[in-house]
Nanobody, 126 residues
């Protein structure tokens, strides 16, 4: 089993920045891909960024590309999401996720990840 714990959410004004962190514990050797998802009220959960643990190769959804950046610290088993130029449309609960498969599985089929954290709220005011 793998446990994921997010931190760093909060409230910010439009145009501001936040950095989310996710710490992975448990059987992390089984993991290949880490990612960030978000879900706003009344909307489906959206995958916004993934990173392949082995090489650090990352991919971002079009909705956040150029504004958000996913990164990792392999030694600490942590993943981060730097969010810049935030807008009210970015308001959502943000979830850290981990999968034993390669990240391409998600982008090809939008399949669920194996593990999700509890989520952290991000609120952007205009």
């Amino acid at each position: 089993q793998v446990q994921l714990a997010e931190s760093g959410g909060g409230s910010v004004q439009a145009g501001g920045s936040l950095r989310l962190s996710c710490a992975a514990t448990g059987y992390t050797l089984s993991l290949n891909c880490m990612g960030w998802f978000r879900q706003a009220p009344g909307k489906e959960r959206e995958g916004i960024a993934t990173i392949y643990i082995g090489t650090g190769t990352s991919k971002h959804a079009a909705s956040v590309k150029g504004r958000f950046t996913i990164s990792q610290d392999k030694d600490k088993k942590e993943v981060y999401l730097q969010m810049n130029s935030l807008t009210p449309d970015d308001s959502a609960i943000y979830y850290c996720a981990a999968d034993r498969d390669f990240c391409s599985k998600y982008w090809g089929s939008r399949a669920d990840f194996d593990y999700y954290g509890q989520g952290t709220q991000v609120t952007v005011s205009s």
